[in-house]
């Protein structure tokens, strides 16, 4: 691209989310344009909930957080 001087990168990321004591609460996917026409230029444009979090994740003195 432009002369081999240029990007544009399109980031997919899953993440896991945590709470306390690094108690993982699911799981999520992300996709980012990085675009080289701003450096600040980073677009979101996508996000996607993959998994909820599950009560036999949380130990029992964590397990008040869940909501129904």
Known sequence: ???FRGFHFV???EVVPTVGP???VGKD???FDVSPVNPNNVKLLE???LKDPQESDFPP???DILKE
Do not use: E, R
């Open 22 to 24: 690094h108690i993982a």
């Open 61 to 63: 003195n964590w397990k």
């Open 11 to 13: 980031i997919t990321l």
């Open 1 to 3: 691209m432009n002369g």
């Open 29 to 31: 996917s992300l996709t």
């Open 47 to 49: 996000w996607k909930h």
